[in-house]
T-cell receptor, first 114, second 110 residues
């Protein structure tokens, strides 16, 4: 099992540019989460998908953020336009509903907006 | 009041000692509790989960839960330098929603 796969690992972009982060969850996991981690705010849940359907996006900070899950093996988080305050590490996590409900996190994408 | 509170540390213990990490939560209806370990520059890794009051042991790790006091802790016995990391307490408040604490930084001195 390759675990949760995120790409890219690092992204440096200029303010105003579009950024797309990608995630492949663990096969068989039917729940997917996008988190953002900063020193100031810790881990914040942005959006949660269950069976490819967005269930709760109340954590998405602004309309500049959008997320999709077109199938069970792929999700994207898009920021358009990006701003310096979006700089953070973005984690994707997946889990199987039932069981211990613990997450498996991907390696994260470190985003820097200059 | 934060929903999940942890002392940010750093907590420094000598090698071989017991490290005690603590966490309190505000939602009395919380159902499941997790400890994640996060090394610097890495992603969080699940190390323990507990649902019922009492202790749960896994190797050198013991999770303790007291729902009446809304308190969960993690004990690390025979601490090793490789245990140096940030430990995140996470609480599932029902359904999908899991709230993370800010984490406690642990240093184990050789």
């Amino acid at each position: 099992d390759a675990g949760v796969i995120q790409s890219p690992r690092h992204e440096v972009t200029e303010m105003g540019q579009e950024v797309t982060l990608r995630c492949k969850p663990i096969s068989g996991h039917n729940s997917l989460f996008w988190y953002r981690q900063t020193m100031m705010r810790g881990l914040e849940l942005l959006i949660y998908f269950n069976n490819n359907v967005p269930i709760d996006d109340s954590g998405m900070p602004e309309d500049r953020f959008s997320a999709k899950m077109p199938n069970a093996s792929f999700s994207t988080l898009k920021i358009q336009p990006s701003e310096p305050r979006d700089s953070a590490v973005y984690f994707c996590a997946s889990r199987m509903e039932g069981g211990n409900y613990g997450y498996t996190f991907g390696s994260g994408t470190r985003l820097t907006v200059v | 009041q934060k929903e999940v509170e942890q002392n940010s540390g750093p907590l420094s213990v000598p090698e071989g000692a017991i490290a005690s990490l603590n966490c309190t939560y505000s939602d009395r209806g919380s159902q499941s509790f997790f400890w994640y370990r996060q090394y610097s520059g890495k992603s969080p890794e699940l190390i323990m989960f507990i649902y019922s009051n009492g202790d749960k042991e896994d190797g050198r790790f013991t999770a303790q839960l007291n729902k009446a006091s809304q308190y969960v802790s993690l004990l690390i016995r025979d601490s090793q330098p490789s245990d140096s990391a940030t430990y995140l307490c996470a609480v599932n408040t029902g359904g999908f929603k899991t709230i993370f604490g800010a984490g406690t930084r642990l240093f184990v001195k050789a």
